[in-house]
């Protein structure tokens, strides 16, 4: 089945506690993308990348880092968690080629930071 | 300004009725435009594309105007599980980022 899977689905943290969320698509996607939402605010592209090795900011990357060393992976990463990360993160694949562009979501993190 | 606007509604209507939802971006050279539906806690998923002749699928159909950058999504005959938040969806003339509008909220009731 065709999916982008996100690891874990919940999590309560404490600031300054490194962790490490990861998204795996098995569709061959060369874009990847990180979101994060929050209320009144909508969806906001983190960090996203193109192919491997490949990887550009979004409208709010800071406090975050993301790296893209295989395809199917792209892991986001929160160095120093603080509370104003607290947050419904969804991580998007999608194909680069054809016109649709359509971008699958994975089932979102719910990470709390305390 | 925000690229992409929504009014966030709620809009409940009874099952059956007909709604309709619209949007406003600001960037003229954009490229793409897509509905998503994302119901409560789960991810976004594409209802449908949105092309400039308009186009229909099922109970839905989309329409966009160029001129006046606004984009509509018209639901016919609401069914209950058509209860949902509808994201307007916009993607520039360069790159392959896309713009979310903030939702509109639509609640069918019995």
């Known amino acids: 089945e065709a999916q982008v899977t996100q690891n874990p689905r919940y999590l309560i943290t404490v600031t300054g506690k490194k962790l490490t969320v990861t998204c795996s698509q098995n569709?061959?996607?060369?874009?990847m993308s990180w979101y994060r939402q929050d209320p009144g605010l909508g969806l906001r592209q983190i960090y996203y990348?193109?192919?491997?090795?490949?990887?550009d900011k979004g409208d709010v990357p800071e406090g975050y880092k993301v790296s893209r060393k295989e395809k199917r992976n792209f892991p986001l990463i929160l160095e120093s968690p603080s509370p104003n990360q607290t947050s419904l993160y969804f991580c998007?694949?999608?194909?680069?080629?054809?016109?649709?562009?359509?971008?699958?979501f994975g089932p979102g993190t719910r990470l709390t930071v305390l | 300004r925000k690229e992409v606007e929504q009014d966030p509604g709620p809009f409940n209507v009874p099952e059956g009725a007909t709604v309709a939802f619209n949007c406003t971006y600001s960037?003229?050279?954009?490229?793409?435009f897509f509905w998503y539906r994302q119901d409560c806690r789960k991810e976004p998923k594409l209802l449908m594309s949105?092309?400039?002749s308009g186009n229909e699928d099922g109970r839905f159909t989309a329409q966009l105007n160029r001129a006046s950058q606004y984009i509509s999504l018209l639901i016919r005959d609401s069914k209950l599980s058509d209860s949902a938040t509808y994201l307007c969806?916009?993607?520039?003339?360069?790159?392959?980022?896309?713009?979310f509008g903030k939702g509109t909220s639509l609640l069918v009731t019995p």
């Open positions: 998007a694949s999608s194909n680069l080629q054809g016109s649709s562009n359509e971008q699958f």
């Open positions: 569709m061959n996607h060369e874009y």
């Open positions: 990348s193109m192919n491997v090795e490949v990887t």
């Open positions: 960037n003229s050279a954009s490229q793409s």
């Open positions: 949105v092309y400039s």
């Open positions: 969806v916009v993607r520039g003339n360069s790159g392959y980022a896309l713009n």
